[in-house]
């Protein structure tokens, strides 16, 4: 008999008083009972409504059955099977527009803690899950260019097959937008480096500080080699306004502010890279990008930290949790404003940043309701700091040295349906194709450009 | 890990070191750049490639000890290990359709980034004139191979202590008014200078080269730190330079911006000071 409780059982939390100070991680992992008491709720439906809303297919009521039995390693290989990230997944992947939006007991009440019972799979075989046996080399050897979630997943699949994969990744460290975007307290960065080093005991070789298209092109990975490439380079172009005021000192893009913060761990005394310390921020953009800088500012010191929003709640991007969690911490949201001007002080320094009301009108033809600014109300907000996090857009470092790879107009690749791009032999993947977009749905295009790489390998022979 | 093949001291500020980098070496060109990262709490620090070596596998850097990680740098010696080095990164100097004679001008520690593109100039034929401007006497750097890779080299000071005295402009100004006829100039070092050369050159009609250095941390487009107008546009020099046309380059807001972190780089110098003995600069 399933547990009625029409509630998720409730994961603890630190209290947002002390951690809108500290960059802990925010919530625990359910203890067995809690995951126990949360996997009798799972109907066990037979149509598994859930695994339809997953954009890998994790065999939810599956490992969630396991769960029930008490049977946690079975569950997590049942969960491995599709995903190579669930510590990752179920801490970041939105799930109340996944499996979650799915679940049947979602109709009435809360639908079952999916992505709670994930976590809590991977963090309780985080040290028990045996290192995995390394394959024997199939011969071929596969070049894969970015280490965020597309190149991890696709590096994975691949070296489960037995090919000698090796990753390039620009930075000094292994893990893309899990390393330098996603702050500490929403995914620890231990965690996302035992994914990396799991990676590493299949034998995947990574190779960091690597740009590619500078150091080595495409072209000359096939002269080195590798019979296929995939390019996974995320897109990690940050987009500003264009208003006024946007070169003033004080104003970030989210990806300089969060990598200083993620990457470099400016907020540790013992490192060296500087981060610029604020009375009061405006952060613009309401995605999980936007509540990630938000919230990192406040852990920074700030005393006053705004979200500026050009639409309302109800449009808002950022994944339901992370928006619960920012007004908890005291966030100040600012709803139906946008930013016309950024106002500086004799110094070029960010003094105040000034804003207009919007409001909305009627859905476009996605469904998407847009905004006008009314006339006549534009006031100021008193800040020192402005954090632009309105989008990013992919890096052109890769297309602009590869000839005959073709680009849309927002500069994404183009792929067909097997992920290829327009060369042989050169797939992509994540955000490089999407434009931005979640950590999911690129380790979704990296599990697909991995199946299209075999096949076009094996055909190859 | 990047071992360090040789160091020199250039003077008592500016060190020379060439780094074993057989990758970066390859395809390194002049007005490129690489990020180094001393060791893991290190910050991301952009450097010049000063020169480079493809059959060695070398590429040199030369540096100013003025931050916590040039001064940390500075602290290394032969055959110890930089952590990470990444490159090479930004578009290399294009040599100007057509040009025959180019001046070249340096600034201080600036030289360390006008030497490769003089010499990448000489070694394309073009005639090539080097002005370097330094302070005094004492930090004068680089005068043999700016020597070597120029037709004539004009060293100014300040005070006067060596060669000429007077600012870079001066000499410019009146090799222009001699007669020489360049079809571009180049200009690399403080930001005030590059400003002033561009303001010089201006009413010539000359095109002018310079090279920036923003504050950066990746250095492949992904911070927007390094954002710059020029043109009333808004470039990353990281990607989109480290060289842009110096007529078009606002300077003013480039040293507002470079200006961020100058109270915490104030702390960190004097928080360095003490844990590398007492060492004290200007």
Redesign the interface.
């Known amino acids: 008999m399933p547990n009625m409780q029409p509630e998720k059982t409730a994961v603890r939390e630190q209290d947002p008083k002390v951690r809108a100070h500290n960059f802990d991680e925010v919530s625990s992992c359910y203890t067995d009972e809690e995951a126990l008491n949360e996997a009798n709720r799972c109907l066990n439906c037979k149509n598994k409504p859930c695994v339809g809303g997953c954009p890998v297919g994790v065999r939810i009521p599956e490992f969630i059955e396991k769960i029930r039995e008490g049977d946690i390693p079975a569950a997590y290989d049942i969960i491995k099977t599709t995903n190579g990230l669930p510590a990752v997944c179920g801490r970041v992947c939105p799930q109340e527009s996944q499996c979650e939006s799915k679940c049947v007991r979602g109709i009435k009440t809360e639908p079952v803690g999916i992505g709670r019972l994930e976590r809590y799979c991977a963090d309780y075989m985080a040290d028990k899950a045996p290192a995995p046996e390394k394959p024997e080399f199939n011969g071929h050897r596969v070049a894969i260019v970015g280490s965020g979630p597309s190149g991890l997943s696709c590096a994975s699949d691949l070296a489960k097959l037995g090919y000698g994969v090796t990753v390039f990744e620009a930075f000094h460290t292994a893990g893309g937008v899990l390393m330098y975007g996603i702050p500490e307290f929403r995914l620890p960065k231990a965690t996302v480096q035992r994914e990396v080093d799991g990676l590493k005991a299949l034998g995947v070789e990574i190779r960091t500080d690597m740009v590619i298209g500078k150091i080595l092109s495409v072209d000359e990975l096939f002269e080195q080699g590798y019979e296929a490439v995939f390019i996974g380079t995320g897109a990690g172009l940050p987009n500003f306004m264009g208003i006024e005021g946007e070169s003033l000192v004080g104003v970030f893009s989210a990806n300089e502010y969060l990598t200083r913060t993620n990457l470099m761990k400016a907020y540790l005394d013992d490192y060296d890279t500087p981060i610029s310390r604020n009375r009061a921020i405006a952060v613009v953009g309401g995605g999980n990008v936007a509540m990630d800088a938000a919230r990192s500012a406040l852990r920074l010191g700030a005393d006053k930290v705004y979200i500026v929003y050009r639409r309302s709640a109800e449009e808002m991007p950022a994944r339901r949790e992370e928006v619960h969690h920012a007004v908890q911490e005291g966030i100040d949201f600012r709803y139906l404003t946008n930013p016309v001007e950024i106002l500086g002080d004799e110094n070029g320094r960010v003094r105040a940043i000034r804003c207009q009301k919007m409001e909305l009108t009627e859905p476009d033809q996605s469904g998407r309701r847009g905004v006008k600014p009314i006339a006549g109300s534009e006031f100021e907000i008193d800040v020192d700091a402005v954090i632009m996090a309105i989008g990013t857009s992919p890096n052109p470092l890769i297309r602009s040295t590869t000839p005959g790879l073709e680009t849309n107009r927002r500069g994404c690749f183009v792929v067909d349906e097997n992920m290829l791009t327009s060369r042989e032999g050169v797939y992509a993947g994540g955000d490089a194709v999407t434009g931005a977009a979640t950590v999911i749905l690129a380790m979704g295009a990296g599990k697909s450009a991995a199946a299209a790489i075999d096949e076009y390998i094996r055909n190859k022979k | 890990m990047f071992k360090i093949l040789r160091k020199r001291e250039l003077n008592s500020q500016v060190t020379l070191m060439v780094i074993d980098a057989p990758?970066?070496a390859k395809?390194a060109l002049a007005g490129q750049f690489i990020i180094f990262?001393i060791d893991e709490?290190?910050?991301?620090v952009p450097l010049t490639v000063a020169d480079y070596d493809r059959d060695a596998g070398t590429v040199t850097i030369i540096f100013q000890k003025v931050g916590?990680?040039t001064m940390l740098l500075g602290e290394l010696n032969e055959g110890d290990y930089i952590?990470?080095?990444?490159?090479?990164?930004g578009v290399p100097t294009e040599i100007p359709e057509g040009a025959k004679k180019v001046a070249v001008i340096g600034g201080g520690v600036g030289c360390a980034i006008a030497y490769p593109q003089a010499k990448a100039l000489y070694n394309a034929g073009v005639e090539v004139d080097v002005i370097a401007g330094f302070r005094n006497k004492d930090i004068v750097i680089l005068e043999d191979e700016m020597r070597a890779v120029s037709k004539n080299l004009y060293v100014t000071t300040d005070d006067g202590s060596y060669g000429t005295k007077g600012f870079v402009t001066d000499k410019l100004k009146e090799l222009i008014d001699a007669g020489n006829k360049y079809d571009c100039v180049i200009a690399i070092g403080p930001v005030p200078m590059m400003k002033f050369v561009c303001a010089v050159i201006k009413p010539y009609g000359i095109k002018t080269i310079v090279s920036l250095n923003p504050i950066m941390?990746?250095?492949?487009?992904?911070?927007?730190?390094c954002?710059v107008?020029v043109g009333g546009k808004?470039k990353y020099a990281c990607?989109d330079g480290p060289d842009f046309d110096g007529h078009e380059v606002d300077f003013d807001?480039l040293m507002?911006?470079n200006?961020?972190?100058r109270e915490?780089?104030q702390h960190?110098r004097e928080h360095i000071c003490r844990i590398t003995g007492g060492v004290r600069h200007a």
């Open positions: 990758l970066i395809k990262r709490k290190g910050e991301r916590r990680s952590l990470d080095v990444v490159g090479p990164l941390i990746d250095g492949t487009g992904m911070c927007g730190g954002r107008r808004i990607v807001e507002h911006r200006s961020a972190y915490q780089e960190d």
